[in-house]
């Protein structure tokens, strides 16, 4: 009965030892560099689009990639059953491994690279390979990275805010057996991403007042010609702001008028003012600058006046003949 007894007890205790060494676990070796489940990091950063980039889901407008691990995360006697996996922290369902982003028309792809030159999209599962016991490794030097895709024609930014794509802290995991960030090989956190844009403008590059005929009568009396320009923009914010000035590099000494050089070249007979839309006076001197605020797509209209005359009946007449000025009209988008 004793040995009856044994040999229950030999065998009781040779299934229990198979069970445990069918265990896939973590490997740690200093031979093979071979360490606990890392962390990986992408810092802060802020990111910078065009307003008139256009949509692609197909290509990122920018790609960021995280640090390399520096050993590799290994595990060994797993089974064909054993599973494993990259899986992104969001709460939404990708669509084509897409995945939303705190900014409506910004989109995000996790790609991890294994350090083997090509990379897999998240999320994606596997199984151990066929022929139990085997190891699954998680390289040394292995990364991810983060594709950022414009997905609508307008991203919808706030104006005077930060702008927050991706709040800061877990973003991805590798996992061994569960779909879980507590059984994490290696894991991904990010600092805060934030973006902003630029407009994206179009405006007339160059513009001419035709005073047409004028005589001296006329110039002592001043000539008024509209001087109506515009800018229209492109912007992720909403509206936007355009501030104008004019530049003369021929002035009179106290910046109010456009020098003119008339037919004699001279440049004391005739000037030029220029009003805006509130008949106020504008600095030649670019010293002083008029706003225009307006809207996605719609431009910013600017409705001046330009004023040829005279210095007054002198003895100093303007010359017979073509008359010339010119100035440069500065644009500022904000």
């Keep these: 009965m004793k040995f009856f007894g044994m040999k229950i007890l030999m065998a009781c205790c040779a299934l229990v030892s198979s069970v445990v060494q069918a265990e896939c676990t973590i490997f740690i070796s200093a031979e093979e560099n071979a360490g ?34 520096a050993h590799a995360v290994n595990y060994i006697n797993c089974a064909d059953s054993d599973r494993y996996g990259s899986s992104v922290i969001n709460p939404s369902v990708p ?4 995945y939303p982003t705190n900014i409506e028309g910004i989109g995000i792809k996790v790609r991890r690279d294994n350090a083997a030159g090509s990379s897999t999209f998240l999320p994606y599962s596997g199984g151990a390979t ?34 927050t794509v991706l709040y800061g802290g877990d973003l991805a995991y590798t996992w061994v057996l569960n779909d879980s960030i507590a059984s994490y090989a290696q894991k991904l956190i990010i600092g805060n991403i934030t973006v902003v844009s630029t407009p994206a403008c179009t405006f007339e590059s160059s513009k001419s007042i035709d005073f047409n005929t004028v005589t001296p009568s006329m110039a002592d009396s001043g000539v008024e010609r509209p001087l109506n320009f515009e800018m229209n923009c492109r912007t992720d914010y909403g509206q936007y702001s355009v501030l104008a000035s004019i530049i003369a590099n ?15 070249g001279n440049t004391d007979r005739l000037r030029i003012e220029i009003k805006d839309d509130q ?8 010293t002083i600058s008029k706003k225009v605020t307006s809207t996605n797509k719609v431009p910013a209209q600017f409705k001046w006046t330009a004023t040829l005359s005279s210095f007054g009946v002198t003895s100093k007449r303007p010359t017979d003949g073509k008359f010339d000025a010119r100035a440069e009209i500065v644009l500022q988008v904000n």
């Design 36 to 69: 606990h489940p890392t962390t990986l990091d992408i810092p802060s950063e802020l990111l910078k689009i065009s307003a008139d980039l256009p949509v692609d889901t197909s290509t990122p407008f920018i790609t960021l990639t995280s640090s390399t691990s």
């Design 95 to 98: 669509v084509n491994k897409m």
């Design 130 to 163: 066929a022929g139990s016991p085997s190891r699954l490794i998680f390289r040394q030097q292995s990364f991810y990275l983060v594709d950022f895709f414009k997905t609508a024609e307008t991203v919808k930014l706030i104006p005077d805010q930060v702008n």
């Design 250 to 264: 021929a002035r009179t000494s106290d910046s109010k008028y456009i020098a003119v050089t008339d037919a004699g």
């Design 279 to 286: 008949d106020e006076n504008v600095a030649v001197d670019g």
